[in-house]
Each structure stands twice: as structure tokens, then as C-alpha cells.
T-cell receptor
Framework: NAGVTQTPKFRVLKTGQSMTLLCAQD?????MYWYRQDPGMGLRLIHY???????AKGEVPDGYNVSRLKKQNFLLGLESAAPSQTSVYFC?????????????FGQGTRLTVV | ELKVEQNPLFLSMQEGKNYTIYCNYS?????LYWYRQDPGKSLESLFV?????AVKQEGRLMASLDTKARLSTLHITAAVHDLSATYFC???????????FGAGTILRVKS
């Protein structure tokens, strides 16, 4: 059971470089999310998607873009990385059944921008 | 805008003691979640609380929800070292689909 898989697990970028983080889920979930985790701040929502072809901004969307061309994949892009984007990024997916939304998380991507 | 606050943010306990972590949320929410995170790891779902008065227990952990007070608690009974982790609560707005997290409580259980 793969669940939610994030690629890559670690990355070091130079300021100004770009990169894409890939999230793949095999549970046929409609909803997918990208969070960043910083010490003392919990998880903050960057962008999310409620279905294939849809995306929406979360709490901290600036500097990031996303795409959901296929239901199972949710991509997070950094066009011009900044040191403030050094963080651990988590992808999650969920479904809503009878009012229940349970989210499953990937293993995280540790990104350092130097 | 839904906001979720946890306290305490750091908790150091002796083995065998009891303690409670509190989670307050700012607007009407119909779902409350508790997650556990070990260092360097992902988040593991512990409890999902769906209605006022809901109580769920797993081992030494018990979670409850009071929607009128907009408060959830995670009670730890007779703590053991293996419970050391960071615990997050999260909530969704009514009919919403976004999980909003608290800052997390770092729990350290000392022998």
C-alpha cells in the first residue's frame, strides 16, 4: 500500500532556482493539499485541490504554484526559491464520506534554500 | 477564518503522571482531529471526533470534544516514554474541506 508518496525526500536549492515537488496518491481521493511545517508554527496550508483540474489558495500561497492535471498527482512548484521557503513540505489527501474528512499524509520533503 | 490554538506548546512529564493537552478553535467546526508526529516523520492520525460530547480512547490517550465550548482535549493517563512525540490538533470548518492545524504540543516523557 503506497498511500501518499512525495518526491523528492530531500533537496538543497540555491536562491533563485526553481523546482517541483511531486505528490502522488493511490487512494482515489478527491482532495489533495500541500502544507509547510516550520518550528513552532504547526502546519500551514499552501494550496489545495478539491478535484482534478482545480486548485485554490491556502493560508500561505505566495511564492508557490500548483497544478492538478491528474486526479492522483498534485504538483507544488517554486519558481524562484528564497531562503524563507526553507521548510519541511507535506502533501496530504483526503475524501469526504458522510461528512467525514480524514487526511493521509506523505513522508515529507525537507527543502533547504541557501 | 478558522484558527486553532493548542496549549501547552511544550510539556515535560514524568512517567506515570497524567496530563491534558487543550485545543481551542475559533469558529464553528464539525470535525476535530488529533495527530501524532515523531521526530523526522510524517503525521499519524490518532482520533477523529465528529460530534459534541464525542469521546474516543486508544491505550493511554483519550480525546474528547465540546463543540459548544469549541474545545477538544487530549488526556494522557500514566504516561510512558513511548508517548514522547509532537501532538497536533486540527479542525475543519462546517462543510469545509481544509484542515487547519494548531501549532502542536511537544511532549517529553521522562523516566
Amino acid at each position: 500500500n503506497a498511500g501518499v508518496t512525495q518526491t523528492p525526500k530531500f533537496r538543497v536549492l540555491k536562491t533563485g532556482q526553481s523546482m517541483t515537488l511531486l505528490c502522488a496518491q493511490d487512494m482515489n481521493h478527491e482532495y489533495m493539499y500541500w502544507y509547510r511545517q516550520d518550528p513552532g508554527m504547526g502546519l500551514r496550508l499552501i494550496h489545495y485541490s478539491v478535484g482534478e483540474g482545480t486548485t485554490a489558495k491556502g493560508e500561505v500561497p505566495d511564492g508557490y504554484n500548483v497544478s492538478r492535471l491528474k486526479k492522483q498527482n498534485f504538483l507544488l512548484g517554486l519558481e524562484s526559491a528564497a531562503p524563507s521557503q526553507t521548510s519541511v513540505y507535506f502533501c496530504a489527501s483526503s475524501w469526504t464520506t458522510g461528512g467525514l474528512t480524514e487526511a493521509f499524509f506523505g513522508q515529507g520533503t525537507r527543502l533547504t534554500v541557501v | 477564518e478558522l484558527k486553532v490554538e493548542q496549549n501547552p506548546l511544550f510539556l515535560s512529564m514524568q512517567e506515570g503522571k497524567n496530563y491534558t493537552i487543550y485545543c481551542n478553535y475559533s469558529t464553528t467546526s464539525d470535525r476535530l482531529y488529533w495527530y501524532r508526529q515523531d521526530p523526522g516523520k510524517s503525521l499519524e492520525s490518532l482520533f477523529v471526533l465528529l460530534s459534541n460530547g464525542a469521546v474516543k480512547q486508544e491505550g493511554r490517550l483519550m480525546a474528547s470534544l465540546d463543540t459548544k465550548a469549541r474545545l477538544s482535549t487530549l488526556h494522557i493517563t500514566a504516561a510512558v516514554h513511548d508517548l514522547s512525540a509532537t501532538y497536533f490538533c486540527a479542525a475543519t470548518m462546517e462543510y469545509g474541506n481544509k484542515l487547519v492545524f494548531g501549532a502542536g504540543t511537544i511532549l517529553r516523557v521522562k523516566s
